[in-house]
């Protein structure tokens, strides 16, 4: 069996730091960056060429 194109993308992923800057280590500010910066830029960079043969 095989799945349909994609036609649609939504990178729904987020997290946040607790607390001010002030009390937020970098560890947990490289978290935030995983998550929110590379976690969504994965998300387009695999799925562009599929929306781009959908025509999306």
């Known amino acids: 069996m095989r799945a349909g194109g994609v036609d649609a993308v ?3 992923a987020g997290v946040m730091a607790s607390g001010g800057v ?3 280590d ?3 500010l490289r ?3 995983e998550v ?3 976690g969504t ?3 387009l ?3 562009t060429p599929h929306l781009a043969r ?3």
């Open 45 to 47: 960079r695999s799925s």
């Open 26 to 28: 970098l560890d947990e």
């Open 31 to 33: 978290r935030v960056i």
């Open 54 to 56: 959908a025509g999306g």
């Open 41 to 43: 830029w994965l998300t």
């Open 36 to 38: 929110n910066l590379r």
């Open 10 to 12: 939504v990178a729904n």
């Open 22 to 24: 002030e009390d937020m």
